[in-house]
């Protein structure tokens, strides 16, 4: 409506003027407006309605304004908004019994924070406090938030000009055969190779030196590198012999988005010690994270206090979305649909773009969590945009897949398609369309 669109035009002049942005340079970004939201579409300050195949963040599992978790929300607003972590609320503790059950192994107590960098602060706090030990080993080629200790562990150009000095973070190179790092040439030898450049690396950093390992059971902005068979048991393995903890994060690829409830899942059998977790947990309706706490670690705590702690653990709306959310994602089969649609239309339909685009270099996926990779020549790899950086034309392609009412989750050389989990399969094949069509630009910029 015209009202509408004069609200949106006035949000995006106060917003110039006085909202203060994530990564960004203020004065280079031209934010779009987004005005009103239902299931997988929004709509910007223009009124164009456009296909969410970003889940904003990789958020949104559920879509946007599911009517229970909404009314959930609504319902424990008129109930009791918020309260102190220290009093018992039984938002919070059916959230913390749904995630205890849901989560693989004795995790079954769970520390709820306000999102997913706060979760690894805390998980890396309780692996050292219950190992005595100090150092932590991460991947490169991995996000795990923007607070002080989650961007120094992270694995991507991010965590750069955030570096003050690596306090004991040891980073260590995942399977990527696309890019190996190993010189090698098949999965198999990739998987060998990597765990055993980590068993090196733990030996000359000093074996009994680390408290934890931390790492995306499917790493997510870094690219959706699949890890190859046996690649999870193995760092498993490793973690216990080196007397580590095993902190999985699946703030990103867990609740679903891999087609199953957690990303672990996908190697038989391996369990985490901590796991952390939020985006998903409640589709982002309200801010949740927060650490499921494997018993042995929580048996640390038993006696001993747990030195942390947060005004909003366990808030009572965030509970209540994720109680509503967890509910509906069962009822409605959305698990079951995102691992349907992996196998059935992304897996195939995205393997016939990279047949018939030369600009593709690999696709690469499970679920409702692809990746597709832009190269500007198949043989020697070179991506289309720098690592770390944009270039003109993924600029453009991000530009196209707007213009035909595609919203794409892009980072630097990837464009990747995670779309609600509930997404209709028409709408993920209209979205697949719209990217066949930008994707003759891209092939443009090949040589
Ligand atoms: N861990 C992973 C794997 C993520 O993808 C993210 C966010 O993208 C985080 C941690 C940080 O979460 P938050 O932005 O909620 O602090």
């Given at each position: 409506t015209e009202e509408e669109l004069a609200a949106g035009r006035r949000a995006?002049?106060?917003?110039?003027?006085?909202?203060?942005?994530?990564?960004?340079?203020?004065?280079?970004?031209?934010?779009?407006?987004?005005t009103?939201?239902?299931?997988?579409?929004?709509?910007?300050g223009?009124?164009?309605?456009?296909?969410?195949?970003?889940?904003?963040?990789?958020?949104?599992?559920?879509?946007?304004?599911?009517?229970?978790?909404?009314?959930?929300?609504?319902?424990?607003?008129?109930?009791?908004?918020?309260?102190?972590?220290?009093?018992?609320?039984?938002?919070?503790?059916?959230?913390?019994?749904?995630?205890?059950?849901?989560?693989?192994?004795?995790?079954?107590?769970?520390?709820?924070?306000?999102?997913?960098?706060?979760?690894?602060?805390?998980?890396?706090?309780?692996?050292?406090?219950?190992?005595?030990?100090?150092?932590?080993?991460?991947?490169?080629?991995?996000?795990?938030?923007?607070?002080?200790?989650?961007?120094?562990?992270?694995?991507?150009?991010?965590?750069?000009?955030?570096?003050?000095?690596?306090?004991?973070?040891?980073?260590?190179?995942?399977?990527?055969?696309?890019?190996?790092?190993?010189?090698?040439?098949?999965?198999?030898?990739?998987?060998?190779?990597?765990?055993?450049?980590?068993?090196?690396?733990?030996?000359?950093?000093?074996?009994?030196?680390?408290?934890?390992?931390?790492?995306?059971?499917?790493?997510?902005?870094?690219?959706?590198?699949?890890?190859?068979?046996?690649?999870?048991?193995?760092?498993?393995?490793?973690?216990?012999?080196?007397?580590?903890?095993?902190?999985?994060?699946?703030?990103?690829?867990?609740?679903?988005?891999?087609?199953?409830?957690?990303?672990?899942?996908?190697?038989?059998?391996?369990?985490?010690?901590?796991?952390?977790?939020?985006?998903?947990?409640?589709?982002?309706?309200?801010?949740?994270?927060?650490?499921?706490?494997?018993?042995?670690?929580?048996?640390?705590?038993?006696?001993?206090?747990?030195?942390?702690?947060?005004?909003?653990?366990?808030?009572?709306?965030?509970?209540?979305?994720?109680?509503?959310?967890?509910?509906?994602?069962?009822?409605?089969?959305?698990?079951?649909?995102?691992?349907?649609?992996?196998?059935?239309?992304?897996?195939?339909?995205?393997?016939?773009?990279?047949?018939?685009?030369?600009?593709?270099?690999?696709?690469?996926?499970?679920?409702?969590?692809?990746?597709?990779?832009?190269?500007?020549?198949?043989?020697?790899?070179?991506?289309?945009?720098?690592?770390?950086?944009?270039?003109?034309?993924?600029?453009?392609?991000?530009?196209?897949?707007?213009?035909?009412?595609?919203?794409?989750?892009?980072?630097?050389?990837?464009?990747?398609?995670?779309?609600?989990?509930?997404?209709?399969?028409?709408?993920?094949?209209?979205?697949?369309?719209?990217?066949?069509?930008?994707?003759?630009?891209?092939?443009?910029?090949?040589?």
């Amino acid at each position: 409506t015209e009202e509408e669109l004069a609200a949106g035009r006035r949000a995006y002049e106060l917003d110039r003027r006085h909202v203060f942005h994530s990564w960004s340079a203020q004065k280079q970004i031209t934010p779009m407006t987004i005005t009103r939201a239902e299931g997988s579409y929004v709509w910007d300050g223009e009124g164009r309605k456009l296909l969410d195949f970003s889940s904003q963040l990789v958020n949104t599992n559920i879509g946007h304004q599911h009517p229970k978790v909404v009314a959930a929300i609504q319902e424990q607003a008129g109930k009791l908004c918020t309260i102190a972590p220290q009093y018992v609320n039984d938002a919070r503790s059916e959230a913390a019994r749904l995630v205890s059950e849901l989560t693989p192994g004795n995790l079954d107590t769970v520390f709820f924070t306000n999102g997913g960098a706060d979760a690894i602060e805390h998980a890396i706090r309780m692996a050292r406090l219950h190992t005595g030990r100090y150092k932590v080993l991460s991947a490169y080629r991995s996000y795990h938030g923007g607070t002080a200790l989650a961007v120094n562990v992270t694995g991507d150009p991010r965590r750069i000009p955030n570096d003050y000095g690596t306090s004991g973070t040891v980073h260590f190179h995942i399977p990527f055969l696309y890019r190996s790092q190993f010189h090698a040439a098949t999965q198999e030898e990739e998987v060998q190779r990597a765990l055993e450049h980590l068993e090196q690396l733990i030996l000359l950093e000093g074996p009994g030196a680390f408290a934890a390992l931390v790492l995306e059971s499917i790493p997510g902005t870094a690219g959706i590198m699949v890890p190859p068979p046996g690649y999870l048991a193995g760092v498993r393995e490793l973690t216990r012999k080196y007397g580590m903890v095993f902190i999985a994060d699946e703030v990103m690829a867990g609740f679903g988005r891999s087609g199953k409830w957690f990303a672990v899942e996908h190697a038989d059998g391996v369990e985490p010690d901590l796991l952390t977790f939020a985006k998903g947990v409640n589709s982002g309706y309200v801010p949740l994270g927060g650490v499921a706490i494997s018993d042995e670690i929580a048996g640390t705590f038993a006696n001993s206090p747990y030195p942390g702690g947060l005004t909003y653990s366990g808030h009572p709306l965030a509970c209540a979305a994720a109680v509503a959310t967890i509910n509906a994602m069962r009822d409605e089969g959305m698990v079951e649909n995102a691992a349907n649609l992996g196998e059935t239309v992304f897996g195939p339909g995205l393997a016939e773009l990279a047949r018939k685009h030369v600009s593709v270099g690999e696709v690469r996926g499970t679920g409702a969590f692809w990746a597709i990779e832009f190269v500007k020549n198949r043989e020697t790899r070179e991506p289309l945009a720098p690592y770390g950086g944009s270039s003109p034309a993924m600029n453009e392609l991000i530009a196209a897949c707007k213009e035909r009412g595609l919203l794409p989750f892009a980072n630097f050389n990837r464009i990747h398609v995670v779309p609600p989990l509930n997404i209709t399969e028409e709408d993920a094949r209209t979205g697949l369309g719209i990217l066949d069509e930008v994707m003759a630009i891209a092939d443009g910029y090949t040589e």
